[in-house]
């Protein structure tokens, strides 16, 4: 592929394109919050980021299977009574904390989630299994901030002449079993807006994370952003065991694909949900 290459650390050498990089936010990342299913919480967010070049995948799985990986505290979100998982692809910029501006280097790096679908108090939201990125740093911060399965891996993100994008993921964190994902994708059509009651809206309009951490609490972070500008797009998956290595069978079927261009995301701290809750 020729063109431009966005990467991890270990090809750091390779040239970000300044169109990726977010030297800050250009407005209050808060500002449209209408289509949220639920007010901002109390306090202000504490992180930002961009993610641009997404790639969604999704796939319909047995719901019973993902009962037996999913910690019973969090009780399963479902579609018409299907369940499903989703890989997310992108490239992440400009991640900084709300009073410090994005540092060089370490605040850019390609980032590859495998994600369930869960809800508890009336506030659907989103599971991960793992998350892989090429940030040390990133890695180690996110699991002791926000109780999150981050794994380290190789990554790289190349765009070619044609618009095409080239993504390549291998983990290399000995904590996480063995996993990697190639795909080549470029889109293909107009920004829609997804209609609430349908499966693009339920699958990708969610406005905060779970996760468990080692007590066994449940622990909920909001996010917000504005409306995903979902494309069509053509999508060759080479290479995927992200789901495996999470103990999960895909069907054998193609995925539900789209993409995202750019999209900027305001993140809270995470709160112990049952504190919340009393």
Known sequence: MCGSSRSGIRE????????????????????????RPWPLPSG????????TDLLFAHWRVDTDLLRSVVPRSLPLDAFVNETWISIAAFYLSGLRSRWLPPLPVISEFPELNVRTYV???????????SLDAGSALAV???????????????????????GTLAYRS??????GHPAGFSARYR????????KPGTLDHWLTERYCLYAVDRAGRVRRADIHHRRWPLQ????EIDVNTMASAAGLELPNEPPRVSFASRL???????????????
Do not use: C
């Open 12 to 35: 750091a050498s390779s040239r970000v394109p300044a169109s990726v990089s977010m030297l800050g936010w250009t407005e209050d990342p808060t500002r449209d919050i209408d289509h």
């Open 44 to 51: 202000g967010w504490v992180m930002a980021q961009r993610w």
């Open 119 to 129: 809800t508890l108090g009336g506030k659907p939201g989103v599971y991960f299994f």
């Open 140 to 162: 180690a911060a996110a699991r002791a901030l926000y109780f999150l399965p981050y794994f380290r891996a190789n990554m790289s993100i190349r765009a070619g002449a044609d």
């Open 170 to 175: 291998r983990r290399t964190d000995a904590r």
């Open 187 to 194: 889109p293909t059509g107009p920004i829609s807006l997804a």
């Open 232 to 235: 069509p797009v053509d999508a």
């Open 264 to 278: 900027d995301v305001a993140v809270w701290a995470p709160v112990d949900v049952d504190s919340v809750r009393s």
